[in-house]
């Protein structure tokens, strides 16, 4: 039971890489048994076991109810919900929460996992550079499909690395980044995995985890500059000399090579369809009634408002805005609080300036693309790499 524990969690990181190594695609036509995470079936089959003990806290039980009346509700009225990537989104993320609270003698490779997650987020980070030197995708996605011109292109290419997809690796990346800072690490080795992070985030070509990336980095030195009284004088200098060297370098890399080069030629906002998804589709609330926005509306009318605003053409790329077009702002809101308690308990030792270091960039993060409204593990990787941090936090990094 114990190895598939940690199977389950090492497919959590692994499972892009290990279907592309088998030849298996998932896409809309794929059977709906394979486009479930295997982590889901192993977890269910460990908590079936008869020697499993397990607890089940007032928030695995509201975020069961939470999870289960969104489901019901949108599967009753037909509304268009991605159901495999909904389960992958709000149900894992559940399981792997009463499983960190389980007994620890069931967790007893977290020292393991450790190694594990940040070796082979290193590993993830330099395929991103062999990528981007010799201009090839391990993992190619149907975007690269569409627009192959553009994989050569110096400025547009985007390297997806192990996770596949470039907004996938942003995101997992800048995690890594928040808990690189809040780790009780030496200096010299906190820049070195900084600098390691957000070379490949430049590599990823994705521009809002870029400048989000940047601004936390720099929010944390800054914060421990001018605020945190438990800094010495002496190393309050070497924050200025190391947050002064990192805008420089990457300044630098922005300006005078093709790294980040979608950031440079198309700024954080353009006209470009990625932009305008983001922000061209809150025109559609301007037409929905009160009615719609609380209890969602059906897909004829999203689709007609759509094309009326002439949207048509773009993905809504904000979990938030499409769960609440599906199934209104009421529903949304409790789905979103379960997951939000979970949470909540699980770094409730933390001080607010750790919260807002790890969960203010995950949130932005994950609200600037599609993430878990398409299926993104997004919430089951913040939770392991808390479990991670709370179990052993002078050695989450190597």
């Known amino acids: 039971m114990h190895y598939v524990i940690l199977i389950s969690i090492i497919l959590v990181f692994t499972q892009t890489l290990l279907f592309s190594l088998l030849g298996i695609k998932i896409n809309n036509s794929s059977p709906f048994i394979l486009k479930i995470a295997p982590s889901l079936y192993l977890l269910i089959a460990v908590f079936l076991h008869p020697k499993f003990k397990f607890y089940v806290t007032r928030e695995v039980a509201f975020s069961f109810i939470a999870f289960s009346v969104f489901f019901l509700y949108s599967l009753l009225l037909n509304r268009d919900l991605y159901i495999s990537g909904y389960i992958n989104s709000f149900l894992l993320p559940i399981l792997f929460y009463i499983l960190f609270f389980s007994k620890d003698g ?18 993830n980070c330099f395929e991103a550079y062999l990528e981007r030197i010799f201009h090839f995708k391990l993992i190619k996605n149907i975007d690269d499909i569409r627009a192959s011109d553009k994989i050569l292109n110096a400025l547009s290419f985007r390297s997806n690395a192990f996770f596949g997809h470039p907004l996938a690796n942003g995101q997992i990346t800048s995690l890594c980044i928040s808990f690189i800072l809040i ?33 936390t980095v720099s929010f944390y030195f800054l914060y421990n500059i001018f605020s945190n009284r438990k800094v010495y004088p002496r190393l309050r200098r070497k924050y200025i000399q190391v947050i002064f060297f990192i805008l420089l370098f990457f300044t ?114 994950i609200s600037s693309n599609i993430s878990i409204a398409g299926g993104a593990m997004s919430i089951s990787y913040l939770l392991i790499f808390i479990f991670l941090y709370n179990r052993n936090e ?3 990094l190597i």
């Open 252 to 365: 630098f890399l922005l300006f005078e090579t093709n790294l980040g080069g979608r950031l440079m030629t198309e700024g954080l906002y353009g006209n470009d369809s990625s932009s305008l998804a983001r922000t061209d589709v809150l025109a559609i609330f301007n037409f929905l009634s009160i009615k719609d926005i609380l209890f969602g509306a059906n897909d004829q009318l999203i689709s007609f408002l759509m094309y009326r605003t002439r949207t048509d053409n773009l993905i809504i790329e904000n979990p938030f805005i499409v769960f609440t077009l599906k199934c209104g702002i009421v529903l949304t809101f409790f789905l979103f609080y379960s997951q939000y308690l979970m949470i909540k308990r699980s770094i409730k030792s933390w001080s607010p300036f750790q919260k807002a270091i790890v969960l203010l960039p995950w949130i932005l993060n």
């Open 394 to 396: 002078k050695n989450i």
């Open 106 to 123: 069931y967790l007893r490779f977290s020292n393991f996992l450790i190694y594990f997650v940040i070796i082979f987020m290193l590993a």
């Open 183 to 215: 780790s009780y690490n030496k200096l010299r080795k906190k820049i070195l995995y900084l600098l390691f992070f957000l070379l490949a985030m430049l590599c990823f070509n994705t521009r809002f985890s870029i400048v989000l990336s940047l601004i």
